[in-house]
């Protein structure tokens, strides 16, 4: 099993729409899970951190699912902006210092 | 407050060549980072350090190496450029587990 799997879409939702992106991970040891944000061409930067069963931030929700081993990303209200690709990022299973990141869902939301 | 700041930000090298990538951190952080991404495949690990003086290997450490002499600044090289070394690279910065990235690095080799 790859440490971190995300489903690479693309995801062409409206305006307004619900998005919902999942991630799963190998590493049954983990504590903090990411998601990041990569916009084309550029770095990516860090959206939100989940240390627990989850986290909310305005439009944004990610959701722990440990007994699954699986992350999610849930998007409220898409705006044209939330275009980009979304990483899910894990630390190591490998005894490295480091984090491993998914492959990314790219999301494309349409006017 | 700058953060992660990579030089350069593009490279043409030939097959063969050497060249030297520079990140420098202005965070004080201990953990520092290189990552590759090429399309389809996500961001790979290079090498890492956990502190200055320190490096370890990554994923995918073949025909790079790297220092960390100061704790601010991490070097990667690539010895003898091949073109299966054209990639997007990024350096990130950590205090102990988010990372913070650098603007990349789009190098190509002919």
């Known amino acids: 099993r790859k440490e971190v799997e995300q489903d690479p879409g693309p995801f062409n939702v409206p305006e307004g729409a619900t998005v919902a992106f999942n991630c799963t991970y190998s590493n049954s040891a983990s504590q903090s899970f990411f998601w990041y944000r990569q916009d084309c061409r550029k770095e990516p930067k860090l959206l939100m951190s989940v240390y627990s069963s989850g986290n909310e931030d305005g439009r944004f929700t990610a959701q722990l699912n440990r007994a699954s081993q699986y992350i999610s990303l849930l998007i409220r209200d898409s705006k044209l902006s939330d275009s980009a690709t979304y990483l899910c990022v894990v630390p190591s299973d490998t005894g490295r210092r480091a984090l491993t990141f998914g492959s990314g869902t790219r999301l494309q939301v349409q006017p | 407050n700058a953060g992660v700041t990579q030089t350069p930000k593009f490279r043409v090298l030939k097959t063969g060549q050497s060249m030297t990538l520079l990140c420098a951190q202005d965070?004080?952080?201990?953990?520092m980072y290189w990552y590759r991404q090429d399309p389809g495949m996500g961001l790979r690990l290079i090498h890492y350090?956990?502190?200055?003086?320190?490096?370890a290997k990554g994923e995918v450490p073949d025909g790079y190496n790297v220092s960390r002499l100061k704790k601010q600044n991490f070097l990667l090289g690539l010895e003898s450029a091949a073109p299966s070394q054209t990639s997007v690279y990024f350096c990130?910065?950590?205090?102990?587990?988010?990372?913070?990235f650098g603007q990349g690095t789009r190098l190509t080799v002919v």
């Open positions: 350090s956990v502190g200055e003086g320190t490096t």
């Open positions: 990130a910065s950590s205090p102990s587990t988010e990372a913070f």
């Open positions: 965070m004080n952080h201990e953990y």
